[in-house]
């Protein structure tokens, strides 16, 4: 089980010829991760945008456009659909998202000619490693689905097993997050948490352990779980944190980035192949671990 980003970094590298497909890639961030991957022999990039911006913010960061292949196309939103479609004709294994509003980059995704649908639903997968834990942390979904119902749920759920087991991990271990442990009427989180854990019992969502409603505290520390008298297979040791709606998600993903002195990496699962779908403000550390997961969980 690959439990740091180091580790990660140095699976990816193993696949050093790894073709990344970026849309709009006249972004500074997106080209300093870029170079920082061209650096360490991490993949092989065709950069698709505004090929005069390109070159300019290159030189500005220290890429290296020998190294590239770029494909002039200012528009972001063609951009956009020509990227995927290099990654849905297998001229690329990975997609990445630069500076193209994410609306038409997921239009692009979803397009029924060249887009990467699988029928399954799409959602956002954000990986954690703080000093104080000695396992990854992924969170779903602070990025795409709004107010996900039940059904949204377990394919969440799926979508981020599916990555928990391409990093090592065999069974993670799910907890459906609340604001309280114990099923409440009057809030609906509570009970679909509850229904998760009982459909996994019964076989329904696989490869996992789902528990729940369980407080973010008791969720991921044993002590807290003691105290409060908490029980499970899951209390305290959780893998992964499903957020019950977007806001609860998105909250908990930038109080880790902000607040805690904690790595991440982001990707969104469901799809043909790994999509790099980064906030606006994350970091190019952040993206170079991003793709370091994308094209680890692309074998």
Not at 24 to 32: F, G, H, K, S, W
Not at 65 to 73: A, C, G, K, Y
Not at 76 to 91: N, T
Not at 144 to 155: D, I, N
Request: proline share 4%; aromatic share 4%.
């Amino acid at each position: 089980m690959l439990t740091s980003f180091d580790q990660v970094v140095a699976r990816a590298k193993e696949h050093a010829s790894a073709r990344v497909a970026v849309c709009a890639a006249q972004d500074r961030e997106v080209l300093e991760a870029v170079r920082m991957a061209a650096e360490i022999g991490m993949g092989e990039f065709t950069l698709v945008g505004d090929a005069g911006r390109i070159t300019e913010l290159a030189s500005d960061v220290g890429l290296d456009l020998s190294r590239v292949v770029v494909i002039d196309e200012p528009d972001a939103p063609r951009a956009a659909r020509l990227a995927v479609g290099l990654v849905s004709s297998g001229k690329a294994g990975i997609l990445m998202k630069g500076l193209v509003p994410t609306a038409d980059f997921l239009r692009a995704v979803l397009d029924r000619e060249v887009g990467l649908r699988t029928g399954k639903l799409l959602s956002h997968v954000a990986i954690f490693k703080s000093p104080r834990y000695d396992r990854f942390f992924y969170l779903t979904d602070g990025g795409m689905m709004v107010a996900p119902t039940l059904e949204e749920k377990v394919q969440i759920i799926e979508n981020a097993v599916q990555v928990a087991h391409k990093l090592g991990n065999d069974t993670p271990k799910v907890a459906c997050v609340a604001a309280v442990e114990v099923v409440n009427p009057s809030m609906p989180e509570t009970i679909e948490a509850a229904t998760l854990a009982k459909m996994n019992d019964r076989r329904q969502i696989k490869g996992c352990i789902v528990d729940g409603p369980l407080g973010l505290d008791n969720a991921v520390s044993m002590e807290s779980a003691r105290h409060k008298g908490v029980g499970g297979p899951v209390a305290g040791q959780a893998d992964i944190i499903l957020a019950p709606d977007i806001a609860a998600g998105n909250a908990i993903y930038k109080t880790m980035i902000y607040f805690g002195d904690i790595e991440s990496a982001a990707v969104v699962a469901g799809a043909r192949a790994p999509i790099v779908l980064t906030s606006r403000s994350d970091s190019p550390q952040a993206r170079l671990l991003s793709l370091a997961v994308a094209i680890v969980t692309s074998e």
